[in-house]
């Protein structure tokens, strides 16, 4: 079966400064991956997602990841923090091919962002 | 643009009473999905539906319901809401396949007194 570990509940970094939000999956089979965002009181925006072919995607708002398969990691980075990116980050491996189309998700990693 | 709306941004209901929120889609896709989300317990999924009039229990369906009797349409129940179903609640939808994204609406913060 999927499932998604994200390290760190909490990520601070100062503005400006690089951002690196951790993903580790488990899946039996080559995964689908995505990131998502959440900002305060909203719900979740796709960020970017890999399916199949390059593995460093690049998404919205400066963002991107790279697919590892040897280290089974989706982490998510940005060069240069900014105050907007204060949000919740989850990360997301689909169920497919084992049921239907749900998708496991992280537990979540809150970005807060120093001035 | 996919578009999820859901009815109510915020919702106060007292408890016992039966609840009803609405989500609906504009993309035509086949799947819907309620999730509810607490503070450090993340996305939990109470129900999802993959065609019209079918559903299939999530993994925490006790005390809620669904209906989806048109495509574009999942409604959620609560058929005696309990104060420990406070919560924010998340609609999304997809199109089939494994490398399908899932929509969400803006959520619907429920509060039960």
């Known amino acids: 079966a999927q499932s998604v570990t994200q390290l760190g509940s909490h990520v601070s970094v100062s503005e400006g400064a690089l951002v690196l939000l951790r993903c580790n999956y488990s899946?039996?089979?080559?995964?689908?991956l995505f990131w998502y965002v959440q900002y305060p009181n909203q719900g979740l925006q796709l960020l970017l997602k890999y399916t199949t072919g390059a593995t460093l995607v690049k998404g919205i708002n400066g963002f991107e990841a790279e697919f590892k398969k040897s280290e089974t990691s989706f982490h998510l980075t940005k060069p240069s923090a900014h105050m907007s990116d204060a949000a919740e980050y989850f990360c997301a491996v689909s169920e497919w091919p084992d049921s239907s189309y749900k998708l496991i998700f992280g537990s979540g990693t809150r970005l807060l962002v120093r001035p | 643009d996919v578009k999820v709306t859901q009815s109510s941004r915020y919702l106060v209901k007292r408890t016992g009473e039966k609840v009803f929120l609405e989500c609906v889609q504009d993309m035509d896709h086949e799947n819907m999905f309620w999730y509810r989300q607490d503070p450090g317990l993340g996305l939990r999924l109470i129900y999802f539906?993959?065609?019209?009039?079918?559903?299939e229990k999530g993994d925490i369906p006790e005390g809620y319901s669904v209906s989806r009797e048109k495509k574009e349409r999942f409604s959620l129940i609560l058929e005696s809401a309990s104060t420990n179903q406070t919560s924010m609640y998340l609609c999304?939808?997809?199109?089939?396949?494994?490398?399908?994204?899932?929509?969400f609406g803006d959520g619907t913060r429920l509060s039960i007194l």
């Open positions: 539906s993959y065609d019209v009039k079918m559903k």
């Open positions: 999304a939808s997809s199109l089939n396949g494994g490398n399908q994204p899932q929509h």
């Open positions: 899946s039996s089979v080559p995964p689908y």
